[in-house]
């Protein structure tokens, strides 16, 4: 009895936890970047392909309980634009309900500083965009803001970095260049000083050379790939199933 007691303040004490396995997110890089190789015709095509493929690869590199830490964020960006834009700014920077238009952001280990608790502060951005205007260039910000709304309607909403450690914004460095089709993929690093979780729940904008805000979406962490695995682990992390566990294990 006294060790059943035991078993139960333990799984209460040490909740069941996820965790990015790395070497998996390093393994979908390299597998999906030829992910493209047999598309049909056009660089739309092979972008849909290998965001699909990473999509798919990154929803099943969570580990139970094990693996690097950290997770993986994503954001399906909506068309979107400022109103106070004359109509002729709107027809000019409206781009169409591009498939894909999704972005990525998860830790990258190799490279960058850590904060104290181990977790890196440089992450990479992998992004997957059509429809955008033929052979230009845009800008994908993490604003400070929780809305889509007011960052596009004011255009005044600071980036999210910290501003304690950096003296300037580290999102404006990475330009986007779209081809001719008016698709533009692939990824680059960024150093916005913040753990990854710092930045669940923030507006993620794609800005015209011009600074015109022309879609956002925001980012919330990728699901894990097994749907069942999921739900285990939700349901006894909950705060619910931990306090019937403490109770059961104080009564017995």
Known sequence: MLFFRLALLLVVV?????????DCVDGCSANCV???????????????????????CLANCYSYDGGSGGRVLSTNLQPTMRRSLSEQER???TIGPCEPCDAYIYPD?????????????????AYFLADLEDSSSYYLNVESTKSCDGILNDGSTP????????????????SLLADES??????????????LDDLVGY??????????????????PLEMGDERLSSASAMASSPFVAVLLLFLALIM
């Open 182 to 195: 008016g698709t533009a993929f692939g990824n680059y690093t960024v150093d916005p000083g913040l753990a």
């Open 159 to 174: 980036d999210l970095y910290n501003n304690q450690t950096l003296s300037q914004t580290p999102w404006d460095a990475n």
């Open 109 to 125: 280990f190799s490279r960058g500083r850590r904060l104290q608790d181990g977790s890196s502060t440089t992450d990479v951005v």
């Open 34 to 56: 030829n992910a493209g190789d047999n598309a049909r015709d056009n660089a739309r095509d092979i972008a849909r392909d290998i965001e699909r493929c990473l999509s798919d």
């Open 91 to 93: 027809e000019l920077y």
């Open 203 to 220: 507006a993620a904008v794609l800005y015209t050379k011009n600074g015109t805000g022309v879609a956002c979406g925001i980012l919330e």
């Open 14 to 22: 040490v909740a069941p936890s996820w965790a990015l396995d790395m």
